[in-house]
């Protein structure tokens, strides 16, 4: 057949050219007079193990990441220890007069002005001033202020009926001052504070507006356990469900195969036996 083939596809199965032929190497120059000897006469220039020092072990990624996060963990105690040593909001010249008749109002809109807020307030009591604090380099609002009221009563019924009030698209929270009222109270900045929003994963923080009783943390633990054990109680009984169904279908299965079988056989012996 492959003498049928054009020249162009012969050529390719044409063999290749012999390689040619090299003579050996020869022996590179030895000076006869010069004697090939091991290593061993030099093992007394070697370091003595005991002089070896220790291998530097380098930190891996996670090892540095670890440790540059323990790092800044431990300037931010030292941080909020040194300035909750100087923290006195007894002697705060920024603080209302009178603590007892003080309400904090925080949540409030970035937007809200005191008048605004004043007059949402002010139908609880008369109120002798409000605090907006601002931002100490920008000047900005930061959400939050106090009101403090003429009366006592004024304070009271802002504090029962103000909380979850909303102004201008938020709903506020309002509680008692804590800093000047209650013995050993720390700010959120310092590791204190009821909020509740950044608890840990989203199924553990408080979502709703208005006051936080410390009370809830623990609810709602409990709820999202038995939320989770709900769950998993039904994936059990479903996984249960299935195998039962399967055997069931199994036995189903077995039951028709021996009336099929025992069907066959006593027609077969019908025929077989005759009228």
Known sequence: MTQFLPANLLAL?????????????QPKHVNED?????VGLYGHLFEDPVDTPEAIKC????????????????????????EL???????????????????????????????????????????RKIHMVRDVR???????????????????AAYKYGDGKKIDGRRVVVDIE??????????????????????GAPEFNITHSGRVDPRQYQEKLDRAQRARDRALNNDNEK???????GSGDRSERR????????????ISGTIEGGP
């Not at 010069?34 to 091991?38: D, H, I, K, Q, V």
């Not at 006195?88 to 409030?108: E, H, L, W």
């Open 138 to 156: 920008t000047g900005k609002p930061r959400g939050y202020a106090f009101i403090e009221y003429e009366t006592e009563k004024g304070m009271r």
């Open 59 to 82: 930190p891996s990624r996670l090892e540095r990441k670890e440790a540059k996060r323990m790092e800044k963990e431990e300037s931010q105690k030292n941080r909020i220890e040194q």
């Open 13 to 25: 199965f044409a063999p290749r050219d012999p390689l040619p032929y090299l003579p050996p190497p």
């Open 239 to 245: 996984e249960r469900s299935r195998s039962r169904e």
């Open 34 to 38: 010069c004697t090939l000897t091991g």
């Open 85 to 127: 040593s100087t923290w006195d909001p007894q002697n705060d010249p920024n603080a209302t007069g009178d603590a007892f008749k003080t309400v904090f109002v925080s949540r409030i809109n970035y937007d809200t002005r005191e008048d605004k807020l004043q007059r949402e307030f002010e139908e609880f009591g008369y109120i």
């Open 178 to 199: 804590r800093g000047r009222t209650v013995k050993n109270w720390k700010p959120r900045r310092f590791g204190g504070g009821l909020g509740g929003s950044r608890i």
């Open 255 to 266: 039951r028709s195969l021996s009336v099929r079988v025992l069907s066959k056989k006593m």
